[in-house]
Every structure is written in structure tokens, then in C-alpha cells.
């Protein structure tokens, strides 16, 4: 299939010919048919399967359609709910990127900042809206946006809002929508809370999944090293200096983590810079955007801040920490190795986090290759035949005759009961 078989107005089609985009991918050949014939749909669908470009480019035809080129009233027909302000601004440029030639208007606001730039854009109008939920809710209830003109709700990364705190708030804003509205529901995994979820406010929804959760690009190297849990900074710092990585994605279970690894790599005069839930929605930013321009080399994060991340060439992805959820390590590697570029992700695993990295390698149905040549490997404990067996404590009851009768006696009365 190509973008041509879709039938698209000839103003989009322009637009992505000019990105280059010939192709749909499986993620965007499924929904956007859907999407089109005003279908609720939910999508399984991990970051870098071109999912923002499957409900964005549906949505644009479909508005473009209503508004034309002539210069109407402005009013929020898309809403769009997503968890993080970087997400919110990935999915505002590709609205931007795909509907510059037509007369469709994007918005995106989120907290952290002052909202009166955002609250004097919602005054002059605009037909789609990209927010977090509580930016959205907060300006809601102060009367700066009416969602009765709406007509399609999409919650993307609905399983982050889950983890972030925000299904109740999506609830609410759910609740404040048109009944009649089309609901786009975007998850990178379908826990029980986010079906239930789908089932309760969306109409016979058309499910859709184009990747298994368990699946890892095939571009992607995968390499783990065993390794002390306090020797991962010095396994860390000798690898970026004598593999000369940079522009590497560390993740860290932990925000305390992450600024402990980004000290001591700047000790080593390792540029790097760490993003997460206690920087600033500006400091998260302006990292990432140094990040992308390649004036730092190492950035690291916690799942949740890397989920605005969208960098197609990210050539390294360094699990610092093993995720005790083992979709989590597919989502994380997901992200090197895109656009036909290889990747690289090297995962580092201490003693007590074992289980968890035998758990994904049984997700992933593959024994990744172990790099054992390093100083700061643990060793397996491995029992030596030749040692004599302990048998002081073998058959306790042969070593003390009174133990044995008693348990005799014991056994005798329980028998009593019984009969």
C-alpha cells in the first residue's frame, strides 16, 4: 500500500511527499482506513511504529474536510491527551509538518509554564488541541476551552498515563467531551485498567496490534555485561571513553540515579545531562534539544521523561539499570535502530537484578550475547564436587532420641483426633 491508495486530500498528500513518505507503515496502513471511515479504534503500538502519523494524518484529511481553505471560526475539533509536555510538542510538530498546506491550526499547551501565551492562543481559536491532562483540565475549569464543538478525542500513551497518576484525570476530561465524539485510543502495552478504559468509553471499538510487545528490531545488537552493582558508573564511564560513544540514551530506574551517573560522568569530562520528573518542563527541554543537536553526548533518563524522546538516528541505548518489567526493556531498545539505521543496547546486570533480565530474555525468546572480558564481573556461585557433604545437621532426629519420641507421641494424639 502507499499514501496514494488512501485517498487523501491532495493538500496532505503534498505534504508527505515532501517528508519523503511514500509508504505507510503496518501501524499507519491499519488505522488510517479505520481512522477515516470514523471508526473508534484502539492501538497497540510502541514508540517509532509511526503511530502519531497514524491518527494525525486521518485526523488532518478529516478537519480539512469541514474547514476547507476559507478562513471560518475557529473551534477545538481534535483534542489530543498526552502524558508529557515533549510528547505534546512531538505530536504538535507533526501536525504542523503534515497540515502546513492546509488551513487546519494546532495548539499545544502543558504545565510548568505561564499560561497566558497558551491562554491568548485558545482565544484567537484553534482546531486541534494537543495537551497534558492537568494543563487541560486547570484552563477547562477556568472557562479558556470549550470542547462542545469537538468531534475526536485521542489518548495517546494511554499505559504512561496509567503509570504517571493521570487516569483519573483523563476520566474527567473524558466526561466533558461530546458523547457523540470518535475516540483514538494509542498504548504501547494494553494492561487490564487501559481495556477497561477502552470498553467502558469507547464505541465497539476496532482493536488493532501490529507488533508483538515481545518482538526486538532485528538492526538492533544487544549486549549484557554482569556486572557488581556498585562498579555499573566505572563499567559505564570506561566504556562511553574507550568504545567512544556519544549520543547514547542511559536509562536509570531512579531520578536520585540518574544525577548520581550524570556527576560522575562529568568528572571524566563526559558531557553529559540528565532528564526527569524533577527538572523543569524548560530544563527537560532545552537538554533534549541539546541532546538532538549533539552538543551533549550522554543523556540520561527515566522511562517516564524518555517517552518525548523521538530521535531517529540514536545510534546507543544503555540500560544502567534492568527494568523489572520486561516490556519495558523492548520498549527502551526500541528506540536505536530506526528508519533502516542500526543500534546498539548494552545492558548492564547486577546479581539482584538476575531475575528480571531472565525474564525479558524469556519475553524476547533469545539468549543475548554476554560480554564477560571486563573487571567488574560477578561470578555465578558454582558448587564444588569435590567438597565433602555437611552432615551435622543431617536427620536431626537420629542425633536426639527424645526429639524422635516426642514427635511419636505427638503423632499418636493426632491419630486420636481423627478416629
Not at 185 to 211: G, N
Not at 227 to 252: C, G, H, P, Y
Not at 349 to 372: F, N, S
Request: a positive charge.
Amino acid at each position: 500500500m502507499t499514501f496514494n491508495d488512501l485517498k487523501l486530500f491532495n493538500n496532505i498528500q503534498q505534504a508527505l511527499e515532501e517528508e519523503g513518505y511514500t509508504n505507510p507503515t503496518p501501524i499507519q496502513e491499519q488505522a488510517i482506513p479505520e481512522i477515516l471511515l470514523g471508526q473508534d479504534v484502539v492501538a497497540c503500538a510502541q514508540t517509532g511504529t509511526g503511530k502519531t502519523g497514524a491518527f494525525a494524518i486521518p485526523i488532518l484529511n478529516l478537519i480539512h474536510r469541514i474547514v476547507g481553505s476559507a478562513k471560518k471560526a475557529k473551534h477545538i475539533r481534535t483534542l489530543v491527551v498526552t502524558p508529557t509536555r515533549e510528547l505534546a510538542i512531538q505530536i504538535d510538530e507533526s501536525f504542523k509538518t503534515y497540515g502546513k498546506y492546509t488551513n487546519v491550526k494546532s495548539l499545544v499547551i502543558f504545565g510548568g509554564v505561564n499560561q497566558v501565551p497558551q491562554v491568548n492562543e485558545l482565544k484567537s481559536g484553534v482546531d486541534v488541541l494537543i495537551a497534558t491532562p492537568g494543563r487541560l483540565l486547570d484552563l477547562h475549569k477556568q472557562g479558556f476551552i470549550d470542547l462542545n464543538h469537538m468531534h475526536h478525542l485521542i489518548l495517546d500513551e494511554a499505559d504512561q498515563m496509567l503509570d504517571m497518576g493521570f487516569i483519573n484525570d483523563v476520566k474527567k476530561i473524558i466526561k466533558l467531551t461530546p458523547e457523540n465524539r470518535q475516540t483514538l485510543l494509542f498504548s504501547a502495552t494494553m494492561p487490564l485498567a487501559i481495556r477497561e478504559l477502552a470498553d467502558t468509553f469507547l464505541t465497539r471499538p476496532k482493536y488493532i496490534s501490529v507488533t508483538p510487545i515481545s518482538s526486538t528490531a532485528e538492526n538492533v545488537s544487544q549486549k549484557v555485561y554482569f556486572v557488581n552493582k556498585d562498579d555499573k558508573r566505572l563499567l559505564l564511564k570506561q566504556l562511553i571513553i574507550q568504545e567512544s560513544l556519544s549520543n547514547a540514551l542511559v536509562f536509570t530506574r531512579t531520578k536520585h540515579g540518574a544525577d548520581n551517573i550524570v556527576k560522575v560522568l562529568k568528572k571524566a569530562s563526559i558531557k553529559a545531562e540528565a532528564i526527569h520528573g524533577d527538572k523543569s518542563q524548560n530544563a527537560r527541554q532545552r537538554v533534549l534539544e541539546q541532546f538532538k543537536n549533539k552538543e551533549i553526548d550522554i543523556l540520561v533518563a527515566t522511562d517516564i521523561a524518555a517517552r518525548g524522546i523521538d530521535i531517529e538516528q540514536l545510534p546507543f541505548v544503555i540500560n544502567f539499570d534492568i527494568p523489572n518489567i520486561s516490556e519495558t526493556y523492548v520498549h527502551r531498545i526500541g528506540r536505536t535502530g530506526r528508519a533502516g539505521n542500526s543500534g546498539l543496547a548494552i545492558s548492564f546486570c547486577g546479581k539482584d537484578e538476575k531475575p528480571y533480565w531472565q525474564d525479558i530474555e524469556k519475553l524476547i525468546r533469545m539468549k543475548v550475547k554476554v560480554v564477560a572480558d571486563h573487571p567488574y564481573t560477578w561470578k555465578e556461585e558454582v558448587p564444588n564436587p569435590d567438597a565433602k557433604p555437611d552432615l551435622r545437621n543431617k536427620d536431626k532426629n537420629k542425633m536426639n532420641p527424645k526429639s524422635n519420641s516426642r514427635k511419636s507421641e505427638a503423632s499418636k494424639k493426632n491419630k486420636k483426633r481423627w478416629y
